[in-house]
């Protein structure tokens, strides 16, 4: 997507928009508009977005299940609420896609309000035994 790739979220979004107008169901566009929502700092209408997206989808992706993760942090959902994604984004990642996750998970921006809870720590160390 041209607009995405050159930042122009808000005439993306709108692209987006025209495209579910005709085709509601389009699990791809529906997570590109995410992506842009994100990216306007509309991350509660982003988590509707990636949400609608996966079950559409009916299948795991991991970059969805990452993203739906960083839309709830952002929107300030406790993370007993994200750690289900984060399983699921783990158990369907490749081996490389892991190694990425337990970095990603480490220097995320969209992650710092999660960073001193517990429960997150214990994840990200039980991620990285696993991955030993």
């Known amino acids: 997507m041209q607009l995405v790739d050159s930042e122009r979220f808000e ?22 508009r995410a992506y842009c929502l994100k990216r306007l700092d509309r991350p509660t209408e982003a988590v509707a977005a990636i949400d609608r997206a996966l079950a559409l ?18 929107a300030g959902v406790p993370f007993t609420q994200i750690k289900p994604l984060l399983l699921r ?16 998970l480490k220097a995320e921006v969209d992650f710092q309000s999660l ?13 990285e035994r696993r991955t030993s």
């Open 11 to 32: 005439d993306a979004l709108e692209a987006a928009d025209r495209v579910l107008a005709t085709d509601a169901d389009h699990a791809g566009c529906l997570a590109w």
């Open 57 to 74: 989808e009916g299948t795991e992706i991991f970059s969805w299940l990452f993203n739906a993760a960083c839309y709830r942090a952002l």
């Open 89 to 104: 984004a783990w158990h369907c990642a490749s081996a490389t896609q892991r190694d990425w996750l337990i970095a990603a």
């Open 115 to 127: 960073r001193e809870d517990p429960e997150f720590s214990a994840l990200v160390s039980t991620f």
